[in-house]
């Protein structure tokens, strides 16, 4: 599913609001979860899952096209865990 999908799905299921206003709220969304990971937090939502940073440690790697070693940084990746009820739903 595609954000605009996401958004055409809820403004169906809320009809008192406008595809705008939809449109903002889910933006809003997005935005407090990346800027919240940006500043190196988590963000727990029950029932749904946990958003957090993982550390990638400074490892070797190779060049696929000439097998060369190369060095890769450390780097913090986005990781997420999904929640008990949501587990269970997908696992039905």
Not at 14 to 19: A, D, E, F, G, P
Not at 33 to 50: N, P, Q, V, W
Not at 54 to 63: F, S
Not at 76 to 86: D, H, I, M, Q
Request: glycine share 6%; net charge positive; proline share 4%.
């Amino acid at each position: 599913m595609t954000k605009a999908e996401l958004i055409d799905k809820v403004s169906l299921d809320y009809t008192t609001l406008t595809r705008r206003e939809i449109e903002i709220l889910i933006n809003t969304i997005f935005d407090s979860i990346k800027e919240t990971l940006a500043k190196g937090d988590k963000i727990e939502i029950r029932g749904f899952g946990s958003f957090r940073l993982r550390h990638r440690r400074e490892r070797e790697g190779r060049n696929p096209k000439t097998g060369t070693v190369v060095t890769v940084p450390p780097k913090k990746v986005p990781f997420f865990k999904a929640g008990k009820e949501l587990r269970a739903l997908v696992d039905h």
